[in-house]
């Protein structure tokens, strides 16, 4: 069936234009379509903004094993609701995702699960050197440079240059320094004041183990990725690296709670925005959206972390870190186009083209004939709440409950399937594994 969206403004690697858009099957056919051409379905999007589908690189959706805090069906209505139609997943789950049999495992879930594209990273640990080597149907390795559970911290620094030395995969890693976030959790300890959160995971912290990583990366000439980057010091950094003689060996990404929230919301949302790495200074969210503008970081993504409820009222320290997000982060993002902050043409490479091509994604990221029909419509206009109760993530909360957001999503399609309409799901297909080509070489191709 060929289905024609007429009229939006479409939003093309070359910049904005009201044109029509072709489906057939799974794929986008035609841009600016003859008259003529006949289609079975036709969507009239006059006053409405056709992006591609949005892509977090960022998430962890927590099954197996956590599946009361989140899983694949919740986390992926939500991403559909909220116009993301990938998603790549983090391995810290239980079982670890750090061999090649437990990833296959977790790609024969999402296919019976995921309304949307998904693909999952496997994790690195100090002894799994040879799985690391032969991972395939992966978009990289995840490599916990500070915090995390069982045997996924990896902070050996003999074990790390063999990792980066010896493997092939693009490399993504979670950058704190465990001995300043020890010895800051000493100096504050007995603290029950989640403010002390931002002392103990401190700007020093994160760029410490940023330089750490990066140098590595520059050494052994291996593609990295900086995650959920928190601190203007660590922008300034990547900024020069940019200017450096290794370009497109190493990117980063900002999320959604860094840009916009920062230590003055403690008094109000307490406990709900503790996360790491922690939220620094509006002069913090100042300088990564300089950052994000000048192209020194390149990927907005979620970090999408859900704890329940009750597990996040419990009080400082016991309480967990870390908050959903992809249900709204489209929405966040447009309400900053508003804002003045920056703009739509900026959101979608932040959002899609970028980290379709940071994680070499086949056919993603792009409206583009011969793309996947992966597409998200969008009423620029529109404003709704952010409510709990109306929260499609199986925590059933958002830090930003109550805000008004201008511009949503309406209409998304994942492979030329649309799966979510005005607030109505269609379940009856699935999203497919994302396929991956390590060989084009990165961002920069």
Not at 42 to 55: F, K, S
Not at 93 to 119: F, I, M
Not at 131 to 154: N, Q, Y
Not at 330 to 336: G, N, S, V, W
Request: charged share 25%; net charge negative; aromatic share 6%.
């Amino acid at each position: 069936m060929r289905t024609l969206i007429a009229n939006a403004q479409v939003m093309l690697p070359a910049g904005r234009a009201e044109t029509s858009v072709v489906v057939e099957g799974t794929k986008i056919v035609e841009i600016d379509p003859a008259p003529q051409l006949v289609c079975q379905q036709r969507i009239d999007a006059r006053g409405l903004y056709l992006l591609p589908g949005i892509i977090d690189d960022q998430v962890h959706f927590r099954e197996p094993g956590l599946t009361h805090k989140e899983d694949l069906w919740h986390a992926t209505h939500a991403c559909a609701k909220g116009g993301v139609t990938t998603f790549l997943e983090m391995p810290n789950t239980r079982p670890a995702t750090t061999t090649q049999a437990a990833l296959e495992d977790k790609l024969a879930l999402a296919a019976r699960h995921s309304l949307v594209n998904y693909g999952f990273y496997i994790g690195a640990t100090p002894h799994n050197l040879d799985e690391l080597r032969s991972a395939r149907r992966t978009p990289g390795i995840k490599i916990f440079v500070g915090s995390s559970t069982g045997d996924l911290l990896v902070d050996d620094q003999e074990a790390l240059e063999r990792i980066f030395a010896e493997t092939r995969l693009p490399i993504t890693a979670h950058c704190e320094d465990e001995t300043t976030v020890r010895a800051n959790a000493q100096r504050l300890a007995g603290t029950s004041q989640v403010a002390d959160h931002s002392r103990i995971r401190d700007e020093q912290a994160a760029i410490i183990a940023t330089r750490r990583a990066v140098d590595l990366a520059l050494r052994h000439r291996h593609r990295f990725h900086v995650l959920h980057v928190s601190t203007g010091i660590e922008a300034r950094f990547l900024a020069e690296q940019l200017q450096g003689h290794h370009p497109g060996l190493i990117t980063a990404e900002a999320c959604p709670h860094h840009l916009l929230l920062n230590v003055d919301d403690y008094p109000r949302l307490g406990t709900l925005i503790q996360m790491n790495p922690s939220l620094k200074t509006a002069d913090d969210n100042r300088q990564l959206w300089d950052a994000l503008r000048a192209g020194a970081i390149q990927v907005v993504a979620t970090d999408h972390a859900p704890h329940t409820w009750e597990e996040k009222q419990q009080p400082y320290p016991q309480s967990p870190s870390g908050l959903p997000c992809v249900e709204n982060s489209l929405a966040l993002m447009l309400d900053q186009v508003h804002h003045g902050r920056c703009t739509l043409e900026q959101v979608v490479h932040w959002m899609c083209d970028a980290p379709a091509r940071v994680w070499d994604m086949v056919g993603k990221g792009r409206i583009e004939v011969g793309y996947d029909a992966d597409l998200v419509l969008v009423d620029l206009d529109k404003e709704d709440r952010v409510e709990n109760a109306r929260q499609q993530t199986k925590c059933r909360w958002s830090p930003w409950d109550g805000q008004v957001l201008r511009g949503w999503p309406v209409r998304t399609w994942v492979l030329g399937h649309e799966v979510f309409c005005d607030g109505r799901f269609d379940v009856s297909r699935r999203g497919h594994e994302v396929q991956f080509d390590h060989a084009r070489g990165g961002y920069w191709r």
